[in-house]
T-cell receptor, first 112, second 111 residues
Framework: NAGVTQTPKFQVLKTGQSMTLQCAQDMNHNSMYWYRQDPGMGLRLIYYSASEGTTDKGEVPNGYNVSRLNKREFSLRLESAAPSQTSVYFC???????????FGPGTRLTVT | TQLLEQSPQFLSIQEGENLTVYCNSSSVFSSLQWYRQEPGEGPVLLVT?????EVKKLKRLTFQFGDARKDSSLHITAAQPGDTGLYLC???????????FGKGTKLSVKP
C-alpha cells in the first residue's frame, strides 16, 4: 500500500498562473482533507470532503477550489496563484468512525 | 485565536535528558492526537487519546489526556537524537472529525 500520495512534490508558479495539486489514497478512506502549513502557523484546513461527492470549506478556503473525483482522489486547484499561497500543502485521509488522519508527503509550492 | 496552544515552541536538549511538551485549550475535545513530523515529510500519527485522564505509553514516550479533555502532555524519557522533529498536537471537535492543530514544538536532541 502506498497510503496517501501527492503530486507534484515541488512547484514554482508565477503570480496569476493556475495549477492543480493531486492527491490519491489507496486505503479506502471516506474522508479526505487539504491543509496548508506555514512557518509558525501549524496546519490549517483548506477544504475537506467527508465522502465521495461532497466537499466543504475549512478554515482558509479563499483562493482555492477542490474536486473529489472519486473515492480515491481529491484535488486542490489554485485558479490564480498569489504569493500569499506560497506554502507546503498536505493531503490527508481518514476512515469513518475513527479519529486518525493519514498524511501524504506534501507539495512545496512557491509563488513568485 | 489559537484553540490549541503548544509549549514550548522550541526545545533543544542533550541526549539522555527528559522533556515534556504541553498542549492546552479552553475547549473540550472528543479526542486528541499527537503527530511527529520530520523535515520534508508529512505528519505521522504517534497516538490518539480519547478518555479524560487516559495515559498511553509508546516506548520512551508517555502521553496523557487531561481529566477535562482540554489539555494533553507528551513526556519523553532519555531523549535520543532520533527523537528530533516537530511534534504537533491536534484535537477533534464536531461530528465531521476535523482536526484543529497546535503550532507545534520543534525538538532538537543533540548527541
Amino acid at each position: 500500500n502506498a497510503g496517501v500520495t501527492q503530486t507534484p512534490k515541488f512547484q514554482v508558479l508565477k503570480t496569476g498562473q493556475s495549477m492543480t495539486l493531486q492527491c490519491a489514497q489507496d486505503m479506502n478512506h471516506n474522508s479526505m482533507y487539504w491543509y496548508r502549513q506555514d512557518p509558525g502557523m501549524g496546519l490549517r484546513l483548506i477544504y475537506y470532503s467527508a465522502s465521495e461527492g461532497t466537499t466543504d470549506k475549512g478554515e482558509v478556503p479563499n483562493g482555492y477550489n477542490v474536486s473529489r473525483l472519486n473515492k480515491r482522489e481529491f484535488s486542490l486547484r489554485l485558479e490564480s496563484a498569489a504569493p500569499s499561497q506560497t506554502s507546503v500543502y498536505f493531503c490527508a485521509s481518514r476512515t469513518t468512525g475513527t479519529y486518525e488522519q493519514y498524511f501524504g508527503p506534501g507539495t512545496r509550492l512557491t509563488v513568485t | 485565536t489559537q484553540l490549541l496552544e503548544q509549549s514550548p515552541q522550541f526545545l533543544s536538549i542533550q541526549e539522555g535528558e527528559n522533556l515534556t511538551v504541553y498542549c492546552n485549550s479552553s475547549s473540550v475535545f472528543s479526542s486528541l492526537q499527537w503527530y511527529r513530523q520530520e523535515p520534508g515529510e508529512g505528519p505521522v500519527l504517534l497516538v490518539t487519546v480519547v478518555t479524560g485522564g487516559e495515559v498511553k505509553k509508546l516506548k520512551r514516550l508517555t502521553f496523557q489526556f487531561g481529566d477535562a479533555r482540554k489539555d494533553s502532555s507528551l513526556h519523553i524519557t532519555a531523549a535520543q537524537p532520533g527523537d528530533t522533529g516537530l511534534y504537533l498536537c491536534a484535537g477533534t471537535r464536531g461530528s465531521q472529525g476535523n482536526l484543529i492543530f497546535g503550532k507545534g514544538t520543534k525538538l532538537s536532541v543533540k548527541p
